[in-house]
């Protein structure tokens, strides 16, 4: 999965980047405290960049693992859970 940054920008206390899916074209945004070394450059790469790749690949990840949505439905539909 490729991404482009749209924009950086400083609000108050936080960071906020702004990225584009280069396939879908859909827009994200990404928020990151101030103060707590998310713009800190890890092997030449600010540590957000490495976050913002992480969950990516994460969400890519789920989205294509296989899962019976109407096999656990059927399962648990109408039954009565005790806490």
Do not use: A, H
Not at 12 to 33: D, H
Not at 36 to 53: A, C, M, Y
């Amino acid at each position: 999965m490729e991404f482009e940054i749209i924009k950086i920008e400083k609000q108050k206390q936080r960071m906020s980047i702004e990225i584009e899916i280069i396939e879908t074209r859909e827009r994200k945004k990404y928020g990151y405290p101030l103060g707590e070394g998310w713009e800190v450059e890890i092997n030449k790469e600010p540590r957000f960049l490495r976050d913002i790749k992480k969950k990516l690949s994460e969400e890519e990840e789920i989205e294509s693992s296989d899962l019976d949505v109407s096999k656990i439905n059927n399962s648990l539909m109408g039954k009565k859970i005790k806490l």
